[in-house]
């Protein structure tokens, strides 16, 4: 089967080329044949496909949200040359554009869209008003609260812009051209609801993790040695990291934060005297891992509608519990509590609460369980049905 992936950029920027990358590797190895479409970027990764692909977007390229003349050529040329009978789209707006999808779908090919945020129904993709609170007041048509609110970056003429690219792309057009939605959680596909689309064209399959061989030799019985517990993950507002640090700062034990992001150099300044945080920037994945296998445990303190939650996929297959908000996609792959605890997002006095509470608590979960169901196997075989090849295998 000729496979066609679509993500904005090639390189590990976020979980969304995280996974495209990962969804690529995958049906290679099941031998498929795949190509790849993105954006020019520094930090992609070398492609055979990088040809085809259009040039980094710049404020000079205001149309290209709405499908403009290069992404238009340059894609109809990949489409003609590769003639894939499955186009699978990941997070293509703004850098690329859903006229992609329109492009292949006039085409006859088959179009399976994964979806990575809120974007199809939230301007603002993060379902956050300019003053950083859950809003849904752009679930429906009405898409002009992304203005009025200054949703995007607090700023007018962004906001504008994501407006009329919401008009522009809206469910019925989406839906006209877009065979499947994959909702990594049952919580996005409960939103998209929400948003009006169709229950028929919305699938829930959680994503996948690829446990590289570095994970399978942790060991378990370290963890916790060093009397540290962790965050992994982006330094941005909406992932709760000032709340975490807020209280960190107030507890005697020691949080080691693994990332980078908007929020680094400033909250590096801020608690730069504070004995209790270290922060250890930017990690590559096996060293990542490491950090969450030696940790007491590790905090997910989100603040908006996380759609999956992959460190906590992460964190509980090499042996450590979690301490996860209570926010959109991840109560629901932490099963019965027996792998961590939840606490209310964004409540610094039940977070510092909870990680009191976690410090000396023992935890009883399989990690063999976790890699089995959220392992690329298990992932592969419901794909295939969603790509409508049920007795395909992966190997």
Request: glycine content about 8%.
């Amino acid at each position: 089967m000729n496979i066609l992936i679509a993500n904005k950029f090639y390189y590990n920027r976020g979980g969304d080329c995280v996974y495209s990358i990962g969804l690529e590797k995958m049906l290679l190895e099941a031998g498929h044949n795949v190509a790849f479409f993105a954006s020019e970027h520094l930090q992609n990764l070398s492609s055979k496909w990088g040809k085809y692909w259009v040039s980094e977007f710049s404020a000079k390229k205001i149309m290209r949200p709405f499908g403009d003349k290069e992404t238009k050529i340059k894609f109809t040329k990949l489409l003609n040359d590769f003639e894939p009978d499955i186009l699978h789209l990941n997070n293509i707006h703004t850098q690329i554009s859903p006229i992609i999808a329109e492009i292949a779908h006039n085409k006859g090919v088959e179009v399976i869209w994964t979806l990575h945020d809120y974007k199809l129904i939230c301007p603002s993709y993060l379902c956050l008003n300019g003053k950083g609170e859950i809003c849904e007041k752009c679930f429906g048509e009405n898409k002009k609260h992304c203005t009025r609110n200054k949703c995007i970056k607090n700023k007018f003429l962004h906001s504008f812009i994501a407006q009329k690219e919401a008009e522009k792309w809206n469910k019925d057009r989406l839906e006209k051209c877009v065979d499947t939605f994959i909702c990594p959680s049952e919580f996005v596909k409960q939103k998209m609801l929400q948003g009006g689309f169709s229950e028929n064209k919305l699938h829930t399959l959680h994503n996948f993790i690829d446990i590289p061989e570095s994970c399978k030799s942790l060991n378990p019985e370290n963890r916790g040695s060093d009397n540290y517990y962790a965050y992994v993950g982006r330094l941005s507002k909406e992932k709760g990291i000032e709340t975490l640090c807020s209280v960190a700062g107030k507890l005697p034990y020691k949080l080691k934060i693994a990332g980078t992001g908007p929020l680094e150099n400033q909250l590096i300044e801020k608690y730069k005297r504070c004995n209790q945080i270290e922060f250890l920037g930017q990690q590559i994945k096996d060293n990542a891992l490491q950090i969450m296998a030696g940790a007491r445990f590790v905090v997910c303190p989100s603040e908006w509608y996380e759609v999956f939650g992959l460190v906590i996929i992460e964190s509980i297959i090499v042996g450590t519990p979690v301490l996860c908000a209570n926010i959109g996609g991840m109560p629901e792959l932490m099963k019965n509590n027996t792998a961590g605890d939840f606490f209310e997002s964004g409540n610094s006095k039940d977070l510092k609460k909870k990680i009191t509470e976690m410090w000396d608590k023992e935890y009883d979960f399989n990690p063999e369980e976790y890699k089995e169901i959220f392992g690329k196997n298990n992932y592969y075989q419901r794909l295939m049905k969603i790509y409508g090849m049920e007795d395909e295998h992966f190997g």
